[in-house]
């Protein structure tokens, strides 16, 4: 089983990316899945700022499930994903299944921060695009999809995001094998040939694995 993971900043496209690529592919074998499913209901109390919890910190994030739950769908294993509500900023009782399948896309603001999951993706990618666009994007979305008003967007911007982007996110570019600017449709093509070849590759592994049987 192949991994692909596409990180970048809040805003910066990574749904939409990753979805552009998995519609290029149109594989029922290659499955998009969301670091924001694995936010701790209640991030560490020493991580809020003026009294909101930070979500924006790497911390935030709950790695040893994720780790583990990364590990067993490259061993083909399935497992049960956290549902995340983002309107109430808690996980939801209900969980869904996810694997066996051939090639996972997971995209996440840090999907390629932990060094052991790093080590897990086939292809890493780095969504970089510049902060207004993200801010603007940001700001849509969160009125839009959750409920979240203008002043408090603007409030956790400044205090939480635009730091811990550049002290934590940014400097995960580094890890990239491929870097996307703004324009995202060649590259989702490029990718997506690439993923194609790779779920190709894993079916007929398993093809070749049962006529042993």
Not at 2 to 18: D, E, P, Q, R
Not at 118 to 127: A, G, M, N, P
Not at 168 to 189: C, H, K, M, N, S
Request: aromatic share 10%.
């Amino acid at each position: 089983m192949y991994l692909v993971g596409i990180a970048g900043g809040s805003g910066s496209g990574k749904t939409t990316f990753a979805k552009k690529v998995i519609h290029h592919v149109s594989d029922p074998d290659v499955i998009l899945l969301s670091q924001d499913s694995y936010y701790l209901s209640a991030p560490p109390t020493d991580l809020t700022v003026h009294g909101e919890f930070n979500f924006d910190h790497p911390d935030a994030f709950d790695w040893p499930l994720m780790r583990d739950h990364l590990k067993r769908l490259k061993a083909g294993e399935r497992v049960a994903i956290p549902v995340y509500d983002f309107k109430t900023s808690r996980r939801l009782s209900e969980t869904h299944l996810v694997g066996p399948c051939k090639t996972i896309v997971m995209e996440g603001i840090y999907t390629l921060w932990d060094a052991c999951i790093r080590e897990l993706f086939d292809i890493k990618v780095y969504l970089n695009v510049d902060s207004d666009i993200r801010f603007i994007r940001r700001l849509h979305r969160d009125v839009r999809e959750r409920g979240r008003t203008l002043d408090s967007i603007i409030r956790q911007y400044y205090d939480t995001v635009r730091p811990m982007h550049h002290e934590f996110l940014d400097p995960t570019r580094q890890y990239a094998d491929l870097i996307v600017g703004e324009e995202t449709d060649i590259a989702a093509e490029t990718l997506a040939a690439r993923v194609q070849q790779m779920a190709s590759q894993a079916r007929a592994a398993t093809v070749q694995e049962e006529s042993f049987i």
